[in-house]
């Protein structure tokens, strides 16, 4: 009787855990819905744009050229611009989703609306893992930088406070925590704050990104370019999935979307400008560099001012340090303010701990998750150095990617899982055409995977609608061509990334759904011991009841958990005292508020 007993228990926990994992969610909840400060509308469209360039140009530019540069040589210019175009599409979508849903989330925001909990789980915490790596990597070049500047107008600092190599795996920072700190505390100051500083640098920046590259183009060997490829055309796509996180900052104008003004006019502007203005800025400068110097002598840590020393540029130098201090100052900044309304939208919908939603009433910031941002950078920066860090980038990104191309599909046709399943074949179909093409395998092998793969787009065309009668938001160009190209892309340069990065997307996914499963299993417990404790309980005591077990357990138990436990119960509602009556499978007569 006790093995039934469990196995009943185990058989409702998976029922209940299937209807809550895949639940979408139906209504979006501004803070002041539920007893909190709202965030404040104060971006327009320049300070989009401003913040999708100052999110992008500094880590790719200032940290990943160098990377990127001795991994493709100067053929790194083609994976910029390749990245680029697989970007456009990426970006075409979310302009869509972000005009239509202006609520922070981004790419958690858009799944929880399509797909529920559990799939909008693994790829918010995905994308956060990402941009907490990607900070911590910023953070410790921009330490680098930083001592060079200062040795540069003669202030002796040793460079190992910045980056001291205890190993192969471990280096140490002293002034990466500190950045990091200084950045959160501007953060939390307010939106508008960080607006105007963010205004100020990224100006900065672009001027001194141009400056380089007009200055370096005297100093230009041709000869460096001779062998563009050196390492093969394979070369070129391992880079292009390397620099895709050089990109990042349409995401972080997405998760600006509860505070800009006009959001279904400014966010699209913002996120398409922003998107092309980097484009141009990373090719150029990539295309110095490399003619500037052997890209085989290109620095990982400080490429640029290491370039221009080669070059006999000394002026160069000194601004490309303080370039870089600058540029990457931004990139922190945009970067931690999208992380903490990510983990806001996420909190809201109790999927973290409630404490990390709460916003302030005085700066309107959602403070404690800013401030845990922070300290999850400043850990990993602290051990650990750029290139280790930049092996595990991207994939959380590309992720999110392809969630919101598939998302397109999935809101234009109203939901229609049959769409999915042909999608999925699509996406199987890719991913082996990208592993086919990474093994260099026989032509007869990736060709017929690539046009099976194009096969599943004609039920996609031709059995689905994806026309939309109005809107007054924008509408992505060329659906459902433009987010399946999209998805494609994304698959095709996620396999082109390092091991590590795979490893770390399995582990992180394994754990979400850990989590989430022990999760389900405790309320449904929680429901459980209510059921008990509230057998023939009627009126204001089953209330004080519930208020007991709420001060008991730590945490407010919600009428829906309760109801959704009692669901298979049949019975009626009593109004007047708010409860609902009815018989378990026990033939106990219980009531549920």
């Not at 995905?126 to 540069?152: E, P, Q, T, W």
């Not at 620099?243 to 006019?265: C, L, M, Q, W």
């Not at 990982?300 to 080669?310: G, I, Y």
């Not at 194009?454 to 659906?479: E, M, Q």
Request: proline share 3%; charged share 15%.
């Amino acid at each position: 009787e006790d093995f039934l007993n469990r196995m009943d228990h185990l058989t409702r926990w998976w029922q209940s855990f299937k209807t809550r994992a895949f639940h979408v969610k139906s209504e979006l909840k501004k803070d002041s819905e539920m007893g909190n400060e709202d965030l404040f509308r104060s971006l327009g469209a320049l300070d989009l744009v401003l913040m999708g360039v100052g999110g992008s140009i500094g880590a790719g530019i200032f940290v990943l050229t160098g990377i990127a540069a001795r991994t493709a040589g100067p053929g790194v210019v083609i994976s910029f611009a390749i990245a680029a175009v697989a970007c456009i599409f990426n970006a075409l979508c979310y302009a869509e989703l972000a005009s239509r849903f202006a609520v922070s989330g981004s790419a958690y925001l858009y799944a929880i609306l399509a797909y529920g909990e559990l799939p909008a789980l693994a790829v918010g915490i995905n994308l956060l893992v990402d941009y907490h790596v990607g900070a911590a990597a910023i953070s410790r070049s921009m330490s680098v930088y930083f001592v060079k500047m200062l040795n540069g107008w003669g202030i002796g600092v040793p460079k190992e406070i910045g980056d001291y190599q205890v190993n192969d795996i471990i280096s140490l920072s002293a002034l990466a925590p500190v950045f990091l700190m200084l950045i959160t505390l501007v953060l939390i100051r307010g939106v508008k704050e960080s607006k105007w500083t963010n205004f100020a640098l990224t100006s900065t920046k672009i001027l001194i990104v141009l400056l380089i590259v007009f200055g370096g183009l005297t100093k230009v060997q041709t000869s460096n370019w001779t062998n563009f490829v050196p390492k093969g055309p394979s070369s070129i796509f391992s880079a292009t999935s390397t620099v895709f996180f050089s990109y990042i900052g349409f995401d972080v104008v997405a998760n600006a979307a509860e505070e800009a003004h006009n959001p279904k006019r400014n966010l699209p502007i913002g996120i398409v400008a922003s998107l092309v203005i980097c484009a141009l800025l990373y090719c150029s400068t990539t295309l110095v560099i490399t003619g500037l110097t052997p890209y085989e002598n290109i620095s990982k840590s400080a490429p640029l001012s290491d370039a221009m020393t080669t070059a006999g540029l000394k002026w160069g130098q000194q601004v490309i340090n303080i370039g870089a201090t600058v540029g990457l100052g931004t990139t922190l900044l945009t970067g931690m303010y999208a992380q903490s309304r990510l983990y806001l939208s996420i909190a809201r919908d109790g999927l973290l701990p409630e404490q990390l939603g709460y916003v302030s009433e005085r700066s309107h910031v959602p403070v404690i998750a800013q401030v845990w941002c922070g300290v999850i950078a400043a850990a990993l920066a602290t051990p650990f150095d750029v290139e280790n860090l930049a092996k595990i980038l991207s994939i959380g990104i590309m992720s999110a990617y392809s969630v919101v191309c598939i998302s397109i599909l999935s809101f234009r046709t109203s939901n229609n899982r049959s769409l999915l399943w042909w999608v999925f074949g699509f996406g199987i179909l890719m991913l082996g055409t990208s592993i086919a093409v990474k093994l260099s395998a026989a032509f007869y092998i990736s060709v017929p995977l690539l046009v099976l793969a194009l096969l599943t787009w004609i039920p996609i065309f031709t059995r689905f609608s994806f026309d939309v009668a109005s809107s007054s938001s924008y509408l992505c160009p060329l659906v459902p061509l433009t987010p399946l190209i999209g998805l494609g892309s994304n698959i095709f340069m996620a396999v082109q990334l390092h091991w590590a990065a795979w490893a770390r997307l399995l582990v992180v996914c394994v754990l979400v759904v850990g989590v989430y499963a022990g999760r389900a299993w405790k309320l449904r417990n929680d429901m459980l011991e209510i059921d008990e404790a509230m057998d023939s309980l009627v009126g204001d005591e089953a209330k004080k009841r519930v208020i007991n077990l709420e001060a008991e357990k730590g945490h407010k138990i919600e009428a829906k958990e309760i109801l959704d436990f009692s669901h298979e119960i049949p019975g009626e509602r009593d109004d007047s005292s708010g409860l609902i009556h009815g018989s378990g499978p026990s033939g106990k007569r219980r009531s549920f508020v």
